[in-house]
T-cell receptor, first 116, second 120 residues
Framework: AQKITQTQPGMFVQEKEAVTLDCTYD???????LFWYKQPSSGEMIFLIY??????QNATEGRYSLNFQKARKSANLVISASQLGDSAMYFC?????????????FGQGTELSVKP | SAVISQKPSRDICQRGTSLTIQCQVD?????MFWYRQQPGQSLTLIAT?????????ESGFVIDKFPISRPNLTFSTLTVSNMSPEDSSIYLC?????????????????FGAGTRLSVL
């Protein structure tokens, strides 16, 4: 079974609007971390935001926020006020404290295109 | 965070040759990681490199094909040996940074800019 599922291969958003990128995960571990990365066409992987399984508040980093719904096992990324420079691939990832040898497991990614 | 310098940024190589990718970090780190990203795919972990010990390879990756060196706490190399067109990918190195006293699962992995390899 997929550990990380990103169901949206591609998304379009109008500049200055908000967009939500979906991510669901599968784990039996009580301690885990959820991460979002951005990969522009240049290829580098840029860390955006982190949410711990014990964190009660949703993480926020500037225009990025993580909508963490633990019971539903979802960790959606919300980008507010989209900019043209937000056009990129976005990867959701999970790291379990005990399972999978502590490896960072990535989803398949969502390609976001911001329209002017 | 961490500043990671990865070289080369891209290369075009002939079948049967080898390429060594370098990864330099601006601070000492215990573990360094090497990933492969095939065209249109997600990242796959190749191996974890600890200083002073043999790298730990993931299933499907072998040392003869992807030898790794880790001579000190700020540097590592990955060699892609006897290349074929199927090795055409982006190769990325990463390091972990965490909060003191925090859970291991909270460590953030920071990535280099990647090496875009094309094999003809």
């Amino acid at each position: 079974a997929q550990k990380i599922t990103q169901t949206q291969p591609g998304m379009f958003v109008q500049e200055k609007e908000a967009v939500t990128l979906d991510c669901t995960y599968d784990t039996s571990d009580q301690s885990y971390g959820l991460f979002w990365y951005k990969q522009p066409s240049s290829g580098e992987m840029i860390f955006l935001i982190y949410q711990g399984s014990y964190d009660e508040q949703n993480a926020t980093e500037g225009r990025y926020s993580l909508n963490f719904q633990k019971a539903r096992k979802s960790a959606n990324l919300v980008i507010s006020a989209s900019q043209l420079g937000d056009s990129a691939m976005y990867f959701c990832a999970m790291r379990e404290l005990y399972n999978q040898g502590g490896k960072l497991i990535f989803g398949q990614g969502t390609e976001l295109s911001v329209k002017p | 965070s961490a500043v990671i310098s990865q070289k080369p940024s891209r290369d075009i190589c002939q079948r049967g040759t080898s390429l060594t990718i370098q990864c330099q970090v601006d601070s000492q780190v215990t573990m360094m990681f090497w990933y492969r990203q095939q065209p249109g795919q997600s990242l796959t972990l190749i191996a974890t490199a600890n200083q002073g010990s043999e790298a730990t390879y993931e299933s499907g990756f072998v040392i003869d094909k992807f030898p790794i060196s880790r001579p000190n706490l700020t540097f590592s190399t990955l060699t892609v040996s006897n290349m074929s067109p199927e090795d055409s990918s982006i190769y990325l190195c990463s390091v972990e940074k965490g909060l003191a006293g925090g859970f291991w699962s909270e460590n953030i992995q920071y990535f280099g800019a990647g090496t875009r390899l094309s094999v003809l």
